[in-house]
C-alpha cells in the first residue's frame, strides 16, 4: 500500500504499526464525493479525502482522490486494495 503522496509501498503491517506507535497522526480528515460500486462479492470506492495529519514528523496535509478496492470475505468487508494520489493545486 502506499504511503500518503510519498510514492513508497507499505504493508498493511507497517500501516498498522505506524498507527500504534504514534508515528503516523490524523488530526482531522473529511470525506467527499464518494461513489461506491458493488460488483458481487466485490466492491470499488473511489472518493475525495482532505485530511491533517503527519507520519515520522513529515506533515501530509492535502487534498486526496482516493480508490479501495473491498471483497466480502466471511460475512465482511476486507479491503484488498489501496490508492492514494495527491491532488496538485
Given at each position: 500500500m502506499l504511503a500518503a503522496g510519498r510514492g513508497e509501498m507499505l504493508t498493511k503491517d507497517e500501516i498498522v504499526r505506524?498507527?500504534?506507535s504514534g508515528a503516523a497522526?490524523?488530526?482531522s480528515r473529511e470525506?467527499?464525493?464518494l461513489n461506491i460500486r458493488?460488483?458481487?462479492?466485490s466492491a470499488v470506492v473511489t472518493g475525495r479525502a482532505?485530511?491533517?495529519?503527519?507520519?515520522?514528523?513529515k506533515d501530509y496535509s492535502g487534498?486526496?482522490?482516493f480508490t479501495r478496492v473491498y471483497?466480502?470475505?466471511g460475512g465482511g468487508w476486507v479491503t484488498v486494495a489501496r490508492q492514494t494520489?495527491?491532488?496538485k493545486k
Open positions: 505506524n498507527f500504534r497522526k490524523y488530526q470525506i467527499s464525493d458493488v460488483y458481487g462479492n482532505v485530511q491533517k495529519g503527519a507520519e515520522n514528523g487534498d486526496y482522490w471483497v466480502n470475505q494520489t495527491l491532488i
